[in-house]
C-alpha cells in the first residue's frame, strides 16, 4: 500500500548513536551503541553509580530512575531513547547545597534499609509513587512500590517512609 | 547483550517497509526485546524504534467505540477515563500487571507479543535442556518436568506453555479488535483469534506460530465497543499481591436486571497460549441469578473440556471459580 510512497522516510540502521539527555538538570552529549542500556551508561559513562544494577532483566527495581518524570528501569530503557529527556538519578534529588530531598531524610528516619543496594531505586520510585498520588494508604503504597524488590525485606520501614514523605510533601 | 543496528522510525508506512525487508525487529518500551535480546530468544540483526510514531500513542472515543494506539502504555491505559468507564475489565488488568515503572515503559502493542514465562523457555543460551520453542525438534522439558502453571486448554506434547498477558484476557472478553497493517495493506483481528493455542498452529503449518501476525506486519492498535452500562472485573489470582505473574485470571462484563444476568461475557487468562473466551457457556449464562451456585454448574461444563497436564489439574478448578468470582464482581454481587 503505502510502501512505495514511503522509501524516502525508510531509516537507516546505525551502529553508534549520538545522543543528548538531560541527566540531573545538565545537558550531557554522548555517541553510544544501541545496545548501551540508560543504566549501563548513566554508570559506566557518565559515572552516575547510584542506580543499581541487580536483575538486569526489569524485575528488582534497583535501576529505577524519573525518565521525563516518570519512574522507569534503567535496564530495560535503551540509553538511545533517554535522548532530548529528562533523566533524574539518585543523585540528583538532594538540593545542590547538600539539604536532602523529603523522601531521603525520610529513608533515614524510617531506617527503611538494611544493606541499601535497593535503595536508590526504592527511593526513585518513591518520588514517583508520591507525584503520582498513589502514597494516600499503607495499601496503595505497598501495591504501587510493589515493582522494588527488598530482599533484606524493610518493606514496612520502606512503607512508612514514604507515606512520611508523602505527609510532608503534601502538607 | 548482542549487538545490533538501530534506527528511529517516523511513520507506519516506513516502519512496514523497513521490516518486510526483514532481519529487524520493532521496539517500542522494550520490555520484552532487550530480555529476548539478552537470553538469545531473538537474533534479529536490528531494530526499529517506533516510539516517536505520534498516530499510534493516542487513546481516542469515537462515540461508543474507543481506539487505543499501540504505543499506549499500560500505565496510559489504566488511568484513562474512558477506559475505566467503559471498559474497567482492561483498566483493571493493566493495573493488575507487572510494575508501575515497568508499565510506564511496556505499550499495550508489545503486551499481547510477550512470549511465554515458561522457566525452560526463558533461559540464556545455550540452553541446558530442549526447548521447542527455542529450537525446534529439541523436545519441551516442562511437559515431563516443571509444568503446574502450564496449559490446560490447547496444548501438544511440543509445547504447554501458556499466553501470561493480562490485558489480552480483558480484550477478549470486551471483543476487542486488533488493527494491524503491513505490506499487504492494513486489516482487523478479532483478540479471540489473535493468539493461536498449539494445537491451531499445528494446524496452521507452523507448530512454532503463536499469533497470527504476519512477517512485516505492525499492530497499530485496539479498537473495541465501551460498555458503560455493564459491570465488568478483572481477577488474577496469584501467589503474590502484586508484581506476579497469574497462575489464572479471569475477565467478565455483565448486564444484569434484578439480580439476573441478562448478557455475560467471560474470558480465561494463563490457561491456553491465547485468552480462552468461554463463548459457549455465555448464551447459557442468561437468566441465571448472580449467584455462585447457579454459575458453578454451567462454569464447570465449561471446565469439563480442560485436558490438564499430571501436576496442574487445580488450574482447572482455580479457573472455573476464578471466571464465578469475576462474573459475580462484574453483576455487583462479589
Known amino acids: 500500500m503505502l510502501a512505495e510512497d514511503s522509501v524516502d522516510t525508510v531509516p537507516e540502521f546505525r551502529r553508534r548513536m549520538a545522543i543528548r ?45 524519573l525518565v521525563d518524570g516518570r519512574r522507569m528501569n534503567g535496564c530495560l530503557t535503551l540509553a538511545v ?15 545542590p547545597d547538600g539539604d536532602l530531598h523529603p523522601v531521603q531524610r525520610a529513608f533515614v528516619e524510617q531506617d527503611a534499609f538494611q544493606c541499601g543496594y535497593c535503595t536508590p531505586g526504592q527511593i526513585m520510585s518513591a518520588v514517583a509513587c508520591i507525584s503520582e498520588g498513589h502514597a494516600g494508604d499503607e495499601g496503595t503504597v505497598r501495591e504501587w ?17 514514604v507515606l512520611a514523605a508523602a505527609d510532608e510533601i503534601q502538607r | 547483550m548482542k549487538d545490533f543496528g538501530y534506527a528511529r522510525s517516523i511513520d507506519v508506512a516506513s ?12 521496539i517500542a518500551g522494550g520490555t520484552e526485546l532487550l530480555n529476548w535480546f539478552r537470553l538469545g530468544i531473538s537474533d534479529d540483526d536490528s531494530v526499529i524504534d517506533i516510539g516517536d510514531i505520534g498516530e499510534l500513542r493516542g487513546i481516542s472515543q469515537y462515540g461508543d467505540e474507543l481506539f487505543i494506539g499501540a504505543l499506549a502504555t499500560l500505565n496510559d491505559v489504566e488511568s484513562h477515563p474512558a477506559v475505566n468507564s467503559g471498559a474497567a475489565a482492561l483498566a483493571s488488568a493493566c493495573r493488575q500487571a507487572a510494575s508501575a515503572q515497568l508499565r510506564n515503559r511496556a505499550t499495550l502493542g508489545g503486551n499481547v507479543l510477550q512470549r511465554s514465562r515458561c522457566p525452560y523457555f526463558r533461559a540464556e543460551q545455550p540452553l541446558p535442556w530442549g526447548c521447542n520453542k527455542r529450537s525446534a525438534g529439541s523436545g519441551c522439558s516442562s511437559l515431563a518436568g516443571q509444568h503446574e502453571r502450564q496449559a490446560i486448554f490447547g496444548w501438544t506434547e511440543d509445547c504447554v506453555a501458556v499466553q501470561p498477558s493480562d490485558p489480552a484476557v480483558a480484550l477478549a472478553a ?8 503491513g505490506p499487504a495493506g492494513g486489516r482487523s483481528i478479532p483478540m479471540t483469534d489473535f493468539h493461536l ?6 494446524g496452521s503449518g507452523n507448530p512454532q506460530r503463536e499469533n497470527r501476525l504476519e512477517p512485516g506486519e505492525l499492530i497499530i492498535g485496539y479498537r473495541l465497543a465501551l460498555r458503560p452500562g455493564q459491570g465488568q472485573a478483572y481477577v488474577k489470582v496469584r501467589e503474590r499481591a502484586s508484581y506476579e505473574y497469574a497462575i489464572v485470571s479471569a475477565a467478565a462484563t455483565v448486564r444484569s436486571e434484578g439480580g439476573v444476568i441478562r448478557e455475560a461475557r467471560v474470558a480465561l487468562g494463563s490457561v491456553a497460549q491465547k485468552p480462552w473466551r468461554l463463548g459457549d457457556i455465555e448464551p447459557e449464562l442468561v437468566g441465571l441469578a448472580l449467584d455462585r451456585d447457579a454459575l458453578m454448574p454451567v462454569i464447570d461444563r465449561a471446565m469439563s473440556a480442560a485436558r490438564p497436564l499430571p501436576n496442574n489439574g487445580f488450574k482447572t478448578v482455580l479457573a472455573g471459580r476464578a471466571a464465578a468470582r469475576a462474573l459475580l464482581l462484574a453483576g455487583g454481587a462479589a
Open chain 2, 197 to 202: 493455542t498449539q494445537q491451531e498452529a499445528v
Open chain 1, 81 to 95: 531513547q533517554g535522548d532530548g529527556r529528562e533523566v533524574l538519578t539518585v543523585e540528583g534529588l538532594a538540593d
Open chain 2, 174 to 181: 470486551l471483543d476487542a479488535r486488533v488493527d494491524v497493517t
Open chain 1, 21 to 65: 539527555v538531560h541527566v540531573n538538570g545538565s545537558a550531557v552529549e554522548a555517541e553510544v551503541t544501541p545496545r548501551s542500556t540508560l543504566l549501563d551508561w548513566l554508570r559506566e559513562s557518565v559515572g552516575l553509580t547510584g542506580a543499581k544494577k541487580g536483575c538486569n532483566e526489569g524485575a528488582c527495581g534497583t535501576c529505577t530512575v
Open chain 2, 15 to 26: 516502519t512496514v517497509t523497513a521490516l518486510s525487508r526483514g532481519g529487524a525487529a520493532v
Open chain 1, 145 to 161: 512500590m510493589s515493582g522494588n524488590i527488598c530482599r533484606c525485606s524493610s518493606y514496612p520501614q520502606i512503607t512508612a517512609a
